[in-house]
């Protein structure tokens, strides 16, 4: 859901997901789908891959959901979306969750992307 905001919100940035934990090759939740799309964003065809030391190599930055995930990274590309927003919250996972608990992470989702979207928009115009 993630990506999908941040590919609406910055079209002339390279946006993509991968998890530490991703079932490479699966398709989005159902519930993530479904959210997405009342909110006009299409993750339809997302499919998920494990991060490799390609991808962080290849990063500018590495945004991760918790604490944890930037902890296991060991980068220093890698902060929360949380932390660059500058709200330091950390998102909670919704899998196997009610598409409630998708709606609640989407709306979280979407405060932190529009915050880093403006920053990163703004990076852009100074440089």
């Known amino acids: 859901m993630a990506e ?10 390279n946006v993509s997901s991968a998890g530490i934990f991703a079932l490479s090759g699966t398709g989005a ?15 339809s065809a997302h499919v998920a891959r494990q991060i490799t030391q390609q991808l962080i190599t290849d990063s500018d930055l ?19 979306l949380g ?8 998102v909670v996972d919704p899998f196997g969750d009610d598409i409630e608990g998708y709606r609640r992470c989407f709306t979280q989702l979407e405060g932190l992307t529009e915050k880093i979207a403006d920053i990163i928009s703004n990076d852009n115009k100074t440089s």
Do not use: S
Request: proline share 2%.
């Open 4 to 13: 999908g905001l941040l590919k609406k919100a910055l079209p002339f940035c």
């Open 29 to 43: 939740n159902a519930n993530a789908i479904a959210v997405a799309k009342e909110k006009g964003i299409d993750i």
């Open 62 to 80: 590495i945004l991760c959901m918790t604490k944890g995930h930037t902890e296991m990274l060991k980068n220093e590309k890698a902060t929360t």
């Open 83 to 90: 932390e660059y927003a500058g709200t330091n919250e950390e």
